[in-house]
């Protein structure tokens, strides 16, 4: 079945530092890949997506490449606010029936000043 | 912005006490799902709803649990009998949106439900 494995966390960074937080998928046939935000007590809100292999997905300057050779989405932003503190969760749907997302266990982020 | 909304947005209930929790999908929005967090966890897959019928369920969907569409607007989930286990934050999502003769699978999720049995 399908499967999102991501990098766990928490991951601590100062403020401006580059963040990468890794994801790699298990799917069948050609997944959609996502990135989910939670701020603290809110909802799941969606980050960015990519539907297809090379695909860029990006927003509010986060960005991740569809790489389907080494089946990844990593997540990368260049310089981390303390806004930006969250937990992401990196998903994929692999279409079929009903379109189902599959989650990783989500990383913590905390941006210090 | 169109958006799904949920309520409560907390609910404290006793185990073996019956709870319905309510949203309200995007309205021209086809498919409309529950997922659970147990808190520190994942988020996981409950069941997918399409056409006024269940499309697939988990595991951890079982007989306890049971799903409506009563009115068009509304999707509620309900949980039978409730069980410590039970805890978690409740996420409604909904998703299928033609614009243009192409489906449109980004899933819009609520705010959450944080169901607590004691």
């Not at chain 1, 100062?14 to 050609?30: D, Q």
């Not at chain 1, 990368?76 to 992401?88: I, L, N, P, R, T």
Request: charge should be negative; aromatic fraction near 14%.
């Amino acid at each position: 079945g399908d499967s999102v494995t991501q990098m766990e966390g928490p991951v601590t960074l100062s403020e401006e530092a580059f963040l990468t937080i890794n994801c790699t998928y298990t799917a069948t046939g050609y997944p959609s890949l996502f990135w989910y935000v939670q701020y603290p007590g809110e909802g799941l809100q969606l980050l960015l997506k990519a539907t297809k292999a090379d695909d860029k997905g990006s927003n509010k300057g986060f960005e991740a490449t569809y790489r389907k050779e080494t089946t990844s989405f990593h997540l990368e932003k260049g310089s981390v606010q303390v806004s930006d503190s969250a937990v992401y969760f990196c998903a994929l749907n692999s279409g079929g029936s009903n379109y189902k997302l599959t989650f990783g266990k989500g990383t913590l982020l905390t941006v210090n000043p | 912005e169109p958006e799904v909304t949920q309520t409560p947005s907390h609910q404290v209930t006793q185990m073996g006490q019956e709870v319905i929790l309510r949203c309200v999908p995007i309205s021209n929005h086809l498919y409309f799902y529950w997922y659970r967090q147990i808190l520190g966890q994942k988020v996981e897959f409950l069941v997918s709803f399409y056409n006024n019928e269940i499309s697939e369920k988990s595991e951890i969907f079982d007989d306890q649990f049971s799903v409506e569409r009563p009115d068009g607007s509304n999707f509620t989930l309900k949980i039978r009998s409730t069980k410590l286990e039970d805890s978690a934050m409740y996420f409604c999502a909904s998703s299928g949106q033609f614009t243009g003769g192409y489906m449109n699978t980004e899933a819009f999720f609520g705010q959450g439900t944080r169901l607590t049995v004691v």
